[in-house]
Each structure stands twice: as C-alpha cells, then as structure tokens.
C-alpha cells in the first residue's frame, strides 16, 4: 500500500495518495492529498451533492458511483472517512451513517483499505487541538496545505483535514514500528 | 417489475417476488415472499451475520456481496428495507443507517427498485395495528405464511414481515389506480 522513501532529510518517509470524505447524504465532500518527504499536497477536493428530494436509494447510487469515479482518476492508496461519535438527531445519525457505508463500500470495491477517524481525532492531527472550531480546521487545512485560501465549501476542507489525519496517523505509526 | 394476472376469484392481483430486509450490521435478516392470488408465500429467509470484532468495512463488504448473492439466487423483483425513525442511541442509528445503505446500494447494484418502510407501517400492515409487539408481529408472519412455527430468529422473521408489508402495499395502490 505504501512506499517507503528517503526524504531530504535522511529520515525514511511514507508517499501515499489518500482519498478523505466527510459523509453526507445532500452533501458529501471529498478531498485527496499527497504526502511525500513530509509535505502534504492538495491533488483535489470538491463535493458530490443530490437534492433531498431525490430518493435515497438514488442518492446513495450516485454518491456510491461519483466515488468510484473519483477512486479510478485519481488512485489513492487508502480511503480516511469521518466518524463522528455525535449527531444531532436519529435522523442525522442514520444518515451519516448511510453516506459512510456508502463511503466503505465504494473503497471495499476498489480493494482499496478504508480508515474511520472520529472528529477528536482529526482536529487533534490537523490542528494540534481535539475542540478545534470548523474555522480553525479550515484555516490549518489551508496552511499545512500552502493554499491562498481556505479550501470551500466546508464540507471539502472536512474531507481535506480527514485525509491529512490519516497521512500523520500513519506516519506516526510508522515511526513507532521502526523504534 | 410486476406481472398482472387474474386469480380463481376473479380480481386481477399482482405476481411479485420480494427480498425483505431487516437492518443490522452484526445481524442482517432477509426473506423473500412470493405472492400470487392474495396468497403469500414463504421462498426462504435467514441472517447474514459477522461478529462486531470484525471491522465494519470488511463486515459492510460481506453484507453487500452476500445481499447480491441473494438476489441473482432468488431473482426478487423489489427489495424492501426496515427504515426505523426511532433508536437506542446514535452509535445504533449509525448502525442501522449503515446497514440500511448497504441493502439499497445491493439493490441498485442489480437494477431493482428498493422501498423502505417503518417499524409501524410493517405492524400495521402486518397485524392490522401500528404498535404491536415482536411477538405479535412472528406470530402474523406464521400465520400469513401456514407455517408450523414461527420463523427464527426475529431478524429473519423481521426481514418477512417488511416483504409482507411491500406486498399489501403495492397490491393496495394497484387496486386504488384501478378504480
């Protein structure tokens, strides 16, 4: 899945091409970064959005096909999908629930390994802090990525901040089994 | 997706095969129901389970390829889906909502229709009243079916009474844009 590599720095790295999602059933962002000699990079980021009044078994078929899509242009290694451990209501927890399946599954097809990281633990990578404000995530979304601006609508800067948290949390756990 | 045909009484009813499903990323249940002439008919049912140490991609995975397996077996003609608006907690909605998409996206992965009905609208359909309990709802699908006993275990005997549901369902709207 991964190839190791001697960075500038004479330290062995990871490159890896990770696909981030911030499930939604309206609204579903996707972001994918690089990361090399410990720099990650924006390759690209958007949102796949369906109107509620679409059926959901519509919804999910074309969130599920648009991800597949986006799996075959850009070919990343690994899938990091957000698990928030709170929603507002029953009916936003099933359908986050139904978006994040969506999510997996679409990644189990391309025998791609999928990685669920809950908002904590995000926020704790990107930003250093597990309370981060959406804001605060958006604007170190845009510093660690050297942007102009901060990458919109919120939903894709999610997806971008939930694959730079895969990238750290992996290497971090490579440096550890190398100790 | 339907063929009409006139049975011994004379009304004309629908002939339809339907895949039930109860919910449930630990325990799916399924059933499939043939009914023609008023007459529902027991094809098969049963549960598709993982234990929860499995991560819930893998299990997703199996649920979704195991669902298709199903269908290109028994050919069903719609899929129904158990859509709960209530649950314990957040973590069981993600549960649930998880479930649910991976039946949906099985579904349209085959080209068939999928419906989702409520806990209540099943009971009403079912046993003529919104609020009955599990047992009641076992004790309807036996006696709907002629069987001996009640199907085991409730997943399964779930996943029946959702195919119940769809068929009374259609054959009702049928016979209201006859008139």
Known sequence: MLAGLLCGKGTCVTRMRVLGVDPGTRVMGYGIIDS?????????????AMPAS????KRLDYLYRELIKIIRLYKPNAVAVEQPFVAKNVQSALAIGRAQATALLAASSRKLPAFEYTPAQIKQRVANYGASSKEQIQEMVRLQLRLCQAPEP????DALACAICHIYETRLNDRLSQQ
Do not use: K, S, Y
């Open 36 to 48: 090399e000699c410990d720099e990650p990079a924006l390759v690209a980021c958007g949102i796949l």
């Open 54 to 57: 679409v059926p959901i078994a």
């Open 154 to 157: 919120h939903d894709a800067a």
